[in-house]
């Protein structure tokens, strides 16, 4: 058979390289150079050193998308790294009827986040069918603002993440649960531990590469929330046109013919810092712990 001369692989890799090139590295060099500009959506602009970041630290409209971010994320970690678990072992097991509920529990995460936050906004509308039934059952005298509200919304926004992820983080746990010895299980129900004890003793330290996983993928996915608070909000980004997150911000500040590219750009770096920090602590906890 006839050699491969040495540049046949890079032949079959450059269509992947150019695409990274092209999509990926280009547009995060070009977000670091812009950020140290004043540049417009219509026109170039000029090198400006530190000024975008000086101007973070007068906009209280970052004040309070970096709050709500950050709670977001706080309260969508622990969530959707425990509730999954809890159910993907109570899926496990072979029982009749199982595979209907993990159909059920799955079902959000095929279905468009753009078609579910607007069911859930039609649910929790001033007139929808949640403060309807309230009002029918004589539960509530006037509507309670889930929308409306700042952090009403905000906690509307994160019961919506979190029912959708269950589904999607329940399978991960699921491939990881299968590779938990069943004689440990076994071992420690002899040794007189009961389910409690050897979910925390066993199945927890069993997947806690898997959690780790899970917490880094929750953790960028909050931080980076806009969806659901878009649709929510009627794309108006919050309760008196304050933007609820970092995201939305950006967004923000980056379109219209009067946006700042520049400034958009260093508030994606801001929110690119605020994503790797969590990344790298919890990565160093794990590497302590093992």
């Not at 692989?9 to 390289?17: E, F, G, I, N």
């Not at 000024?51 to 970052?62: G, H, I, P, T, V």
């Not at 993440?161 to 649960?177: C, D, E, H, Q, R």
Request: charged fraction near 10%; glycine fraction near 8%; hydrophobic fraction near 50%.
């Amino acid at each position: 058979m006839r050699d491969h001369r040495w540049f046949t692989p890079w032949l079959l890799v450059a269509p992947a390289v150019v695409w990274l090139c092209v999509f990926n590295v280009y547009p995060a060099l070009n977000t670091i150079y812009m950020a140290f500009t004043n540049t417009k959506p219509l026109g170039g602009g000029e090198f400006t050193g530190v000024a975008n970041f000086e101007r973070m630290l007068d906009d209280d409209q970052l004040v309070h998308a970096l709050t709500n971010s950050i709670l977001y994320m706080i309260v969508c970690v622990p969530l959707l790294t425990l509730l999954p678990l809890l159910l993907a072992v109570l899926v496990e097991k072979k029982l009749p009827g199982l595979t209907f509920f993990r159909v059920t529990f799955y079902t959000p995460v095929v279905a468009s986040a753009v078609v579910v936050a607007l069911i859930w906004s039609w649910l929790l509308d001033d007139r929808g069918a949640i403060n309807s039934i309230l009002s029918a059952l004589q539960v509530v005298t006037e509507p309670i603002p889930f929308l409306t509200d700042r952090w009403l919304l905000l906690f509307s926004a994160i019961s919506l993440t979190v029912w959708k992820g269950l589904g999607y983080y329940m399978i991960i746990y699921l491939s990881a649960l299968g590779n938990v010895g069943k004689e440990l299980h076994e071992a420690a129900a002899v040794d007189g531990a009961g389910p409690v004890r050897r979910f925390w003793s066993v199945t927890v330290p069993g997947v806690r590469g898997t959690m780790l996983l899970i917490t880094i993928l929750i953790t960028i996915s909050a931080l980076r929330v806009f969806t659901e608070l878009y649709v929510m909000t009627g794309g108006t980004g919050g309760p008196g046109g304050k933007v609820s997150s970092m995201v939305m911000l950006i967004q923000l500040y980056s379109t219209g013919f009067t946006g700042s590219l520049g400034y958009a750009s260093a508030l994606s770096l801001l929110l690119f810092v605020l994503t790797l920090l969590p990344m790298l602590l919890l990565a160093r906890l794990n590497r302590k712990d093992g």
